[in-house]
């Protein structure tokens, strides 16, 4: 570990360029929602709408999107803060956190969100301590100065009030002087102010002074200056001169309000004179200053802090509870706990209304929560906490308040609380179960505190709480550093092991640790209690896969076999076993079944010996799972545990093979006496005892009629054969056709299958003579065919024949039967390294990146470097890669093997290295690579490591643990690296919200958010959608621009257009100004729609109230299509040309749709204009070069100048030096002109792609007319251009990809069939038969379907299983019998098989 360290710290970084130091990062973002407080305490704050500042932004192309993209962020988090603050009148400090990190990460805060983050550090946050508040102010304040945010006096005004709700000593005398020193002025507001923070003190002297200051200035005395007078009085022991200020007031003409009552109130309160607070509480009843409930809240709040809890019952039967009580009432509690008041809370908390108890349904709805998490969060005494949980199951407040409770101590890790309160649980007679320790134990294991866990142990045991299976293996075991030491600690603490759940966690350990003999000693021993397999199989097949030792793996098998102690249900033991080996092929991948292929053979045959079956059933999906390992030899090998019993259905054995054998061997002798013919007989009779996999009598009879054997009797010898692993008779047969007919080529899958047998028997030479003879041959190679030679390499290298695969390596990339891809590369790297011979792995790579630019399984050499410590090879390996592929991709390999090898000190000082940036594709890689290999700890680090990278996505991040934990079915840690995200401020994306909360749903818990709507539903469910809109939004309230913002974006989302145009137009009479996302959306909406007047109504609208209101992207792609629509296209370019000089980004389909229209209209003009202008965003955003291509050949033709269009393309279409982009498909100009009729157009167009086919082999625009003829059933002259340019029939990619897309609508096989006529000799007949199989499915068409098979069968051609899928299908449906066995699977098993052969050639080269 030392070694590692010092390597990492010697390693030659050179520090990258910092991001944040360009001017478009110092840029700032803008438009912003600032709070507005009126109330010193408990207030109702509201958010009001602020234009956009209007400040000159430094023009930079590269970063506008990236300004936009964290400006709508951080919008989408004011909306949260927003709502937060209307729903409880308070945020979280989580929340705020979340923002100011935002903002500081952008790099350029603006004013106003500088603003705003510092109004919440006051009486918002009641959960956290006054002094806190004001620390998290000072921290705001100078770290967005240090960012460059410019304070003018409502920052400072905004501090001032931060102090004064905190109680935060200072001088004002300081602040001033400090306002002075940045050059800023005071107004009214800030000598207001001074003024309280002085009357706060009860020093009046100083604040006659700010006082007279002001009447010299003639600032205007208003009531706020006033109550804080009374105060200040009150404060300085001068009641009467306190009560005097009311009619100071009136004398100045300004009545006292429910402000000045409350500071006179709250004086009385301080003062606890409870008489006089009550007269004037009857006096201000008798006036027309109400005081509202949470004016009295701050009374209550006042005497408590100032000792007089006896008074405040009186006070607290005063509450009306207004609308707004409960979450008013809440903040009181909050911070009357935070003041150490809790006892004053619980009583405030009593009084919440009994109808808040229930919800709709009836049901109990707890009540308190907050006030148990903040109790539990503050660490208030556990005799404290289970008064109030008490007394809220007494007053039916709460349903289970010490469970929540222990929730809550055991989320906030307090180990000691919750031990006590599961204590209290106990005594009270609730239940304690063993999964409450889990947390605790999972804390003491993360940090292999096995004292610690012990003493957990006894507690359990003292509560009488046995610890189940799970508990010891998951949460004990691995707290110790083996299974032995686990026992003895245990037994000498006195903790009990001699359980059931403790000796099925012992078994587990030692099978996960590779101790299968003391497995089979603790399974064998009779004095062991009984277990079901079940219960440690997971752990078994783990331990199985990681043993070499056959013996024991067959004597453990055969123990649970006969031993009825592990087979206790119904279904017995042979069902048991035949789970566990499907389960253990089924946790192994390709490669691992491919290495332990003999061994998995001799376990197999050794279980045989042991008379041990397996249900027929579970054979097959072994047999499944096998073929698509590409293992299919071990078949046999599985098929001998069958139960004979349990008899082979017809999908496994041949529909009555003996039968036919005998048959077909009773005609062969009939045949041969008649001196006839018995080619046709003999192949049927060698192809079936091949199909039932009986090599010697199909050898016997090879050789009794060999001169009449046909080719495809020994193609199919030679497959069974090499499938029997019989290298030289394989080679023999080969041999023998050769000199039969050397001109007799076999099929793709048999040559491999014999290049893969010769190569496993030593015989190398003829392996390689079989590569050559494919080469020769041009044996047709598909994708699957590479992933055979790579599979070939893979076992050749993992019996570690080092000169095999280098020969076989090179003679397939010579020949170029395959690229050489990192995949294909690979096994000249595992040869090596599977041998733990790391230098020569390490050369292996360094040879292979010469030879092929590849670097194969460099992650895996790294790994084994790390883990020997080599720091000398390791700086070998890392100077190689720096100098290759450069330091950030050196950096990252690096940073990965530190984690796979668990070394995350090392790992993290790679990721923190000065400049690095995120790269998505490389972490997405690992975690992937985490999740395929089950690494959950790796995967955790990564996530945590990466927190402070440059551009890197943390919700990305977190949702690749999302989806480990979904496929886990690890709610429990899901939900934690939820809390986590919440700590470190991330902001969910909807996908990752959805992927909690199923997790979360799944598994019974509640969702703690609110789960992203889908925007667009479902034409069967929208008018569902549209009457719940119906019936749900009328009950919100509409007193506010909030709820209109509610309503309307909901309308919008729910595409109920003329109901949201309703509710806009109320919002204007109104005069109520709705946040600037709320109307983009509605805008986008009424677009979407085609509603393109009533759409600028409101853009017009909206930008006489908020000044610089513009459409976003979206919107304004949605205007241009719209505007294409309604034939307006002078408005769509002027809406584009527009949207690049702002540097908007428009929509692919915005694009195509403008340029089309202007190629059908013949605006050659604006289509070069507008080409021009856009420069480089179409590679950017994925739109093909061929839009304008094409767009402008149609435009010269529409207007008139073909030549023109043939002289603009042509060249393009002719490779040069200087050509850097091939042109693709011109299928669009020609349908455009086809359907135009223009004849003149097509005759020119058709000279050209002549002229190219024929001089420049460019075949691309003569196939696309080619296909067009066909497809617009003008067959003559699809057969004349045919004629003209042969080579069309070999472009196989077009071809197939044409009869591809037809054959996916109905009513197009005559269009295949055409194809098929003018093209005899087409280049892929299978796959033109199964698509036209595909069509006749569509048409239902039986006739032709039973015609195309016996046609296939008269070409002698193998349908794949879809075909035959379809047909049997088709006869099934006509009532017709069939001819053929039906594949036995389903049609979505084929298609997904079909689907992976396809895909199975391109691997990922990471």
Known sequence: MAALVRFVKRLRFRRFPRPGHSAAFRQEVTGLVPFSLSRPFFSNVRLCGVATEQRTLVKDEGNTAVRAKQALQFDWALNKLDSSVRRTG????????????????TGYPSGNQALLLLRSCGSLLPEMHLPERTELAHRIWDKLQELGAVYDVSHYNALLKVYLQNEHKFLPTDFLAKMESANVQPNRVTFQRLITAYCNDGDIEGASKILGFMKDKDLPITEAVFNSLVTGHARAGDMESAEGILNVMRGAGIEPGPDTYVALLNSYAEKGDIENLKQTLEKVEKTDASLMDRDLMQ??????????????????????????????????????????????????????????????????????????????????????????????????????????????????????????????????????????FWPILAQHQKEKNAQ??????????????????????????????????????????????????????????????????????????????????????????????????????????????????????????????????????????????????????????????????????????????????HVPELIKDVIILVDEQDKLSDADLPKGAEAKIVALETKLAELKMENKSIGETLKQLILLLCETENLQKALELKAQYESDMAIGGYAALINLCCRHDNAEEALNLKQEVDRKDSSASLDTNKYLALVRVLAKHGKLEDAISILKEMKEKEIVLRDTTITSFFHILNVAALRGEADTVKKLHETIVNLGLAKPTANLCSPLITVTLDQGNIPAALDAIIDCHKRYNQMPRLHDVLCKLVEQGDTDLLQKAMDFVNQERGEMTMLYDLFFAFLHTGKYKEARKIIETPGLRARPGRLQWFADKCTATNQVEALENMVEMTQKLFECDRDQMYYYLMKYFKENNDWRKADAAWTKMQEENVIPRERTLRILAEILKSNGQEIPFEVPETWYEDTSTSSSVAQRGQTRIPDLPVDSASDFQRRLLKLSKKNNIQEALEVFHEAEKKGLLLGLAVYSSFINALLSHGLLEEAMDVKSKVETRIKGFTLNDAANSLLIITQVRRDNLKDG???????????????????????????????????????????????????????????LVLAHIKSGNIDAAVQYVEPLYIPSENSQQQLTSMSYVFRKVMEGK??????????????????????????????????????????????????????????????????????????????????????????????????????????????????????????????????????KNSGEPLSFTEPPESFKFYAEKLKREKAAGSSDED
């Not at 690049?1140 to 202007?1158: E, G, H, K, Y």
């Open 1238 to 1371: 223009c004849d003149e157009a097509v005759d020119k167009l058709s000279a050209m792609a002549e002229r190219l086919a024929n001089h420049f082999a460019v075949y691309t625009p003569v196939v696309d007319l080619f296909l067009q003829y066909i497809n617009g059933d003008r067959t003559d002259d699809a057969k004349f251009i045919l004629e003209r340019c042969p080579a069309i029939a070999e472009q196989k990619r077009s071809l197939v990809s044409f009869i591809t897309r037809t054959a996916q609508k109905a009513g197009q096989a005559h269009k295949i069939l055409g194809l098929l006529d003018l093209i005899q000799d087409f280049p892929d007949k299978e796959t033109a038969y199964a698509y036209l199989m595909k069509c006749y499915a569509l048409d239902n068409n039986v006739v032709s379907a039973k015609a195309l098979y016996e046609k296939v069968k008269e070409e002698k051609m193998v349908p794949d299983e879809l075909f035959l899928k379809r047909l049997a299908g088709l006869l």
């Open 299 to 436: 009374i209550i709040f006042s005497l408590a802090k100032s000792g007089y809890p006896q008074y405040i019952q009186d006070i607290v039967e005063r509450m009306r509870h207004d609308r707004g009580y409960v979450p008013d009432a809440m903040n009181l509690c909050l911070a009357l706990i935070t003041q150490g008041l809790e006892e004053t809370a619980f009583q405030v908390l009593k009084t919440f209304p009994t109808f808040q108890s229930e919800n709709q349904n009836g049901e109990p709805l707890d009540c308190g929560n907050f006030f148990i998490r903040h109790c539990v969060n503050l660490e208030k005494p556990v005799d404290k906490l289970r008064q109030f949980c008490e007394g809220l199951k007494e007053t039916n407040l709460h349903s289970a308040p010490f469970q929540f409770a222990l929730y809550c101590t055991l989320d906030a890790k307090k180990e000691a609380m919750s031990v006590e309160l599961m204590k209290i649980m106990q005594k009270a007679g609730l239940p304690v179960r063993p999964h409450y």
């Open 452 to 629: 610690g866990t012990v003493e957990i142990l006894k507690v359990m045991q003292n509560l009488n709480i046995e610890p189940d299976v799970e508990t010891f293996a998951n949460y004990v075991q691995s707290a110790f550093d083996n299974a032995e030491q686990a026992r003895v600690q245990l037994e000498e603490n006195g903790c009990l092991v001699n359980t059931v759940g403790y000796y099925a966690s012992e078994l587990r350990t030692e099978a996960l640790n590779g101790h299968l003999d003391k497995v089979y000693s603790m399974l064998s021993s009779p004095e062991n209690p009984l277990l079901d397999l079940s219960n440690f199989r997971g752990s078994l097949i783990l331990g199985f896969k990681r043993s070499k030792d056959i013996d024991i793996l067959v004597k453990i098998t055969e123990l649970l076999y006969k031993d009825e102690r592990f087979c206790q249900s119904s279904s017995g033991p042979t069902e048991a076993i035949g789970y566990f080996l499907y389960n253990l092929i089924d946790s192994m991948s390709d490669s691992e079944v491919q290495a332990k292929e003999e061994q998995l053979r001799q376990y197999f045959h050794q279980l045989n010996k042991r008379d041990i079956v397996i249900p027929a059933n579970l054979y097959r999906g072994i047999r499944n799972l096998l073929d698509a390992y």
């Open 90 to 105: 308070r945020i979280t400090k989580t929340l705020l956190f979340k923002i100011f990190h935002d903002i500081c990460r």
């Open 1133 to 1191: 370019v002027a809406v584009l040309k527009e949207m690049l000089q702002t540097n908007q980004v428009p929509s692919q389909l915005a694009i195509a749709r403008l340029i089309q229209a202007l190629g059908l209209k013949g605006d050659v003009e604006q289509i070069q204009s507008l080409e021009k202008l856009m420069g480089n965003m179409p590679q950017s955003i994925n739109l093909s070069k061929m839009l304008f291509v094409n767009n």
